[in-house]
């Protein structure tokens, strides 16, 4: 399974990692980064990633969007959804072009974000999007493998008739070779602890790769892991949340307003968790051996000395997550029911070292691992389907 960096703001740190030999890619963000500096990077940045189209909000440019040839305000002024209709021929052209131009690994096909999906959302999507997009690629006979851009809600998870819609949609289509899949969720919680969704998740990525399609999950957090035994081809990291949890507000055009500034926060292997600094602060006080529950990278020693100075916007946190994040991912067993059964003790590994850490600092909901009961009770749930 390959490990894709999800570009957004300071993307040089992503970049840095990369060229280090962290990771296997990189998904570069239209709204962070401008065509033409785009174009202009090395070949060997592209050649084992691919670009996210980012238009979920047809009539916004957010950032840089509108530098992309493929914006619907270039094609034309004003843009309004009823001019897809004479312009998604254009659109799909200039779209597959400026991939082309880059020469990613794959080219993508677009999609359209609705809070609410309109009952014609799949037709619209297939005859906007995905049929003029497939007929210019195989009319051009452009010899790249083609991935379907798919946001998929909670309800198309929770509800069986809704999640049977859009796998049929999917899998309808003959000429894409997988699917780009972004799980929205709301959750408010720093991982994702709710055993219904995650056993959905694992069985709608199974669905996808019984019908041959490759399967890459953009904007995951440490769940990544545990979606991992549903065997896709890859999972992503990201440095800020809002790259490693999709939500529609990073695309939108919105006032800005004072914003608290989140406290630093360091993910740990062992804990499958990132913790605030604050209980890692705690932790050397109170835990004897407490940086042993960190993971050891070249950023570590920059880190565990008392002069740094713990900030959010700082790079080593998010740097040293990426290294260890993708060697995590590289020591995932290759076979499936190994891979569960290794999930499986390092969830209860980490369960044990909490009880530990806890009988001197105590920890709130987000730096704690009360989300591994629920992953531990969601693997064994999907392992007694296979």
């Not at 052209?93 to 082309?100: A, E, G, W």
């Not at 804990?271 to 050891?296: C, G, H, N, P, R």
Request: negative net charge.
């Amino acid at each position: 399974m390959k490990v894709y960096h999800q570009l957004g703001f300071r993307e040089n740190w992503n970049i840095e990692s990369y060229k280090s030999g962290v990771g296997d890619g990189l998904i570069y963000s239209p709204i962070n980064l401008d065509a033409d500096k785009l174009l202009g990077f090395n070949t060997d940045l592209k050649e084992y990633g691919f670009l996210d189209p980012q238009l979920y909000l047809l009539n916004e440019a957010k950032g840089a969007l509108s530098t992309y040839p493929y914006f619907p305000g270039n094609i034309k002024p004003d843009f309004s959804t009823p001019d897809l209709d004479n312009s998604h021929l254009d659109m799909a052209k200039l779209c597959v072009d400026y991939q082309q131009a880059n020469d990613f690994q794959y080219l993508v096909i677009p999609t359209r974000y609705y809070s609410d999906n309109p009952s014609s959302y799949f037709s619209q999507s297939t005859e906007y999007f995905v049929n003029p997009f497939c007929d210019y690629v195989q009319e051009n006979n452009i010899n790249k493998k083609v991935l379907l851009s798919v946001i998929v809600k909670p309800l198309m998870l929770d509800d069986v008739d809704a999640r049977n819609e859009v796998l049929n949609w999917i899998t309808s289509h003959q000429k894409i070779d997988g699917v780009y899949i972004i799980f929205e969720n709301d959750f408010k919680s720093k991982q994702i602890k709710d055993f219904d969704y995650l056993l959905n998740a694992l069985r709608f990525i199974t669905i996808l790769k019984k019908n041959m399609l490759e399967v890459h999950i953009g904007y995951t957090n440490t769940e990544a892991l545990l979606l991992s035994i549903a065997m896709p081809d890859s999972v992503t990291v990201g440095s800020y949340e809002n790259l490693r949890s999709f939500g529609i507000k990073r695309f939108e055009n919105l006032e800005k307003s004072a914003m608290r500034s989140p406290n630093a926060r360091l993910y740990s292997s062992y804990l499958l968790q990132w913790i605030d600094y604050q209980y890692i602060e705690a932790m050397k006080t109170l835990v004897e051996s407490y940086d042993s529950y960190f993971d050891d990278s070249v950023y570590k020693p920059l880190m565990f000395v008392p002069e740094f100075k713990w900030h959010f916007a700082k790079p080593e946190p998010y740097k040293h997550y990426f290294y260890v994040f993708d060697k995590q991912v590289k020591a995932l067993p290759e076979n499936q029911l190994e891979r569960i059964e290794y999930l499986k003790q390092e969830f209860i590994k980490a369960i044990d070292l909490y009880k530990i850490i806890t009988e001197s600092v105590l920890l709130d909901s987000d730096s704690d691992g009360s989300h591994l009961p629920t992953w531990v009770n969601v693997l064994n749930a999907f392992k007694k389907e296979i």
